[in-house]
């Protein structure tokens, strides 16, 4: 039987998940979803567009969709699912995960690769973040959990933009790039998402594609150090240059600069091919040590001893690999990594990267 894809929904209190929800539940796609909500919140899907309660906490709703909640924990309530649809007793093509305005995404993502029972039904399609541009600066200011929603995003929708002025919305996205690199961002209206920009995106495919937001790349290009040559400073110097009057850096306090998120990202590149066996023993130790601080990372490498692309990605402390295609003649072969996480230690990263290069 194939696999059931698996979408993660995650995103700040109030940025609209629900309305996404309700318009991805209510169109006439034709698809039929199964949504577990973490909770039956406030929040929660109107019952108008419920067909019926039962005692089962799953409801199948006039257009084919189901809703249901999270009763024991995620693992039991996929198993049951699974059976369910095995049986015919309920049918169903995909499920979307809701998780509470504050949650991690980490474990859930976790759940379909730790949990062989998951595993074999289940495929993780991608972790989707809804961030509030009104509220955003504030809840990312304040809140690590809206941070790390943002570094595990696959794909980051930006919500009430209409709400904020240009200026505000530029500042928020060159944060969250910085953030998050590789995931597309877009502003949506009320929840109106294709849903093609919603399903089957491969966020966790190992494909031989890194993709990662270009202007990124053009500003970590000119500076290793802060991403942009005028935000160097100690600690305590405070001569920011053009961009600190951005509406997001301006904070209650003053001295916050947005480059200290705790959530930052780095790019690795090498064009000398890597010793396998040491990049293999470093990544493991790594992982070892900082597993629970990397949130997403990825890595298309140059390996001796093979002339195909190497792939590898992971989530916290899990990590897989795969030999992808052939490097394609005329195609140098450099070896690109990002790393997306909190705090992680940049300089150690590099050096161990570089002492693993053949």
């Known amino acids: ?48 567009i419920l067909v019926a309660d039962t005692t089962e906490n799953i409801i199948q709703m006039s257009n084919g969709c189901i809703c249901c909640s999270i009763r024991d924990d995620l693992r039991s309530t996929l198993a049951d699912l699974a059976e369910k649809k095995r049986k015919g007793e309920l049918d169903f093509e995909r499920v979307v995960i809701e998780t509470t305005g504050l949650a991690d995404p980490g474990p859930v993502a976790q759940t379909f690769f730790m949990d062989d029972e998951v595993a074999e039904q289940y495929l993780l399609d991608a972790i989707l973040t809804l961030v509030d541009a009104k509220h955003a600066a504030e809840q990312l200011n304040e809140r690590q959990e809206a941070r790390r929603q943002v570094g595990f995003a696959d794909q980051i929708f930006i919500s009430k933009s209409e709400l904020v002025d240009a200026e505000t919305l ?4 060159h944060r969250l790039k910085h953030m998050n690199p590789r995931a597309p961002m877009r502003s949506t209206h009320f929840g109106e998402v294709a849903l093609k920009e919603v399903f089957d995106l491969r966020g966790f495919n190992l494909n031989a594609k890194l993709d990662i937001d270009p202007d990124f790349l053009k500003a970590d290009d000119h500076d290793h150090d802060h991403g942009h ?12 240059g053009e961009h600190c009057n951005h509406p997001s850096h301006q904070h209650g306090h003053g001295h916050h600069h947005h480059h200290d998120d705790d959530v930052k990202s780095f790019v690795y590149r090498a064009d000398k091919p890597f010793n396998p066996a040491k990049l293999e023993d470093f990544l493991g130790a790594i992982v070892q040590v900082y597993g629970p601080r990397m949130l997403r990372y990825k890595g298309v490498l140059d390996m001796q001893g093979t002339d195909r692309k190497v792939i590898f990605q992971g989530v916290h402390q899990l990590m ?4 992808g295609p052939i490097w394609p003649e005329g195609e140098a072969r450099v070896s690109k990594m990002v790393f997306i996480g909190i705090d992680l230690p940049r300089d150690i990263l590099v050096q161990g990267l570089d002492q693993c290069l053949a």
């Open 320 to 323: 897989g690999s795969d030999l």
């Open 229 to 240: 040559g005028s935000h160097e400073h100690g600690g305590h110097d405070h001569e920011h």
């Open 170 to 173: 530029d500042a928020l996205t």
């Open 1 to 48: 039987m194939s696999l059931i894809p698996a979408t993660i929904l995650t995103g700040f209190l109030g940025s609209g998940k629900t309305t996404l929800l309700k318009r991805v539940l209510t169109e006439a796609h034709g698809q039929k979803i199964a949504v577990i909500e973490n909770e039956f919140g406030e929040e929660n899907i109107d019952n108008e």
